[in-house]
């Protein structure tokens, strides 16, 4: 993999690139300075764009196919937020060799959550809750499916053989993992209409300040699906001590919660498998979600 990629079909993107591109789309934001932002963000690169703005560029064609969406229902969902999320303010086009749409976005202020060094777990967790209520309530009309709107049996061959594999490299107790599987498979499906979900609540994607949450980002994934998807939340951002608040707030029954571990379950497994060697920050997080799943999946029923 070459240096600084985590995908083998990434374009080279540096800032040199990012300048011409700006210059060529926005010339009135030629000459503001251009500095890369030290991000583990696996599906876009992005540059700081004078002191208010920031250039995202995707990483893959998958990502690339984000960028419309996101510029047309972030302004929707974001008066029905109560925390902040990107606004787009402009819109660039393939040029100068990179292949694919790109967005400038408002600068948000803050910082990524660290691992298992929250602060404050309680208030973090009451603040999750209400951004995910908001979010679950927002106008369904005309909304495309999230990323992960499937169902956790559509996983199932795969989050089983990831299990195996990790549980071969000894990454994870196989039999541990494949308990808590289960018991998401046998939970009651949901049974709602779809709703609106962000579906990658993790520490790279909501910024902190003063320790409260202060803006979620990266919405690449979000669109109709389970609820129950966002409650990967408990795991990817808080210790296991908030996490009984963060659920009361959000009233999620036996067969939700169950379904939320699944979901987390079945995205750290391949998260660890395939970012071990590219990304370690992201395989850092990975580990930690499945020690918090494996060692807490008893208690918490």
């Not at 990524?112 to 908001?134: H, Q, S, Y």
Request: aromatic share 6%.
């Amino acid at each position: 993999m070459p240096a600084g990629k985590m995908h083998a079909d990434e374009p080279d993107v540096d800032t040199s690139l990012v300048i011409r591109l700006i210059a060529g789309e926005f010339p009135r934001w030629a000459g503001l300075p251009v500095e890369r932002v030290d991000s583990a963000g696996t599906s876009n690169v992005m540059y700081r764009l004078g002191e208010d703005m920031v250039v995202r560029l995707p990483r893959t064609p998958g990502s690339a196919a984000d960028v419309r969406a996101e510029q047309i229902w972030l302004r929707r969902l974001a008066p029905v937020l109560p925390v902040a999320v990107p606004v787009p303010v402009g819109a660039g086009r393939p040029a100068e060799g990179y292949p694919w749409p790109w967005s400038v976005y408002g600068w948000l202020p803050g910082a990524n959550p660290v691992t298992g060094e929250i602060a404050a777990p309680d208030l973090l967790a009451k603040d999750l809750a209400e951004f995910i209520t908001a979010l679950h309530r927002a106008d369904t009309v005309d909304a495309p499916p999230s990323y992960r709107s499937g169902t956790l049996a559509a996983r199932d061959e795969a989050t089983r053989a990831q299990i195996a594999e990790l549980g071969a490299s000894g990454d994870v107790d196989a039999g541990t993992a494949t308990a808590v599987w289960e018991e998401a498979l046998r939970a009651a499906p949901w049974s709602g209409p779809p709703v609106w979900i962000h579906a990658d609540l993790q520490p790279g994607n909501v910024l902190l300040a003063a320790d409260r949450l202060a803006a979620v980002i990266d919405f690449g994934c979000a669109g109709l699906g389970d609820p129950a998807v966002d409650l990967i939340a408990a795991w990817y951002l808080l210790p296991a001590t908030a996490r009984p608040g963060f659920r009361a707030a959000l009233g999620a029954d036996d067969a939700t919660w169950a379904r939320g571990r699944g979901w987390a379950l079945s995205i750290a497994l391949p998260e660890l498998g395939h970012y071990r060697e590219t990304n370690p920050v992201m395989a850092t997080i990975a580990r930690h979600v499945l020690r918090e799943l494996l060692a807490t999946a008893a208690a918490e029923g």
